[in-house]
Nanobody, 115 residues
């Protein structure tokens, strides 16, 4: 079982920056993939970025060049640095962990970007 706790969501102005953090706890040896998804009102949840335990990253096209995902395996923590935020980035951001074929979710953290 894996518990994920996110932090860092906030209200920012367009062009601003935020850093999201997600700490994983529980009984496990390693998490193969950690990532961030987001869900805006009335829209489906979508992948923002993910990172493997080896550091291989994957980004949604809409955030490439603006967001950076990183991971501290020793701390079982994943980060999402978000720069040049746009109003369309407004959503609830969810941390995700993939472990032995099971997917776990955090409770979500709200990011609101004002124009």
């Amino acid at each position: 079982q894996v518990q994920l706790v996110e932090s860092g969501g906030d209200l920012v102005q367009a062009g601003g920056s935020l850093r999201l953090s997600c700490a994983a706890s529980g009984s496990f040896f390693s998490i193969s993939v950690m990532g961030w998804y987001r869900q805006a009102p009335g829209k489906q949840r979508e992948l923002v970025a993910d990172i493997t335990s080896y550091g291989t990253t994957n980004y949604a096209y809409s955030v490439k060049g603006r967001f950076t995902i990183s991971r501290d395996n020793a701390k079982n923590t994943v980060y999402l640095q978000m720069n040049n935020l746009k109003p369309e980035d407004t959503a609830v951001y969810y941390c995700n962990a993939l472990l032995i074929g099971n997917r776990y979710w955090g409770q979500g953290t709200q990011v609101t970007v004002a124009s």
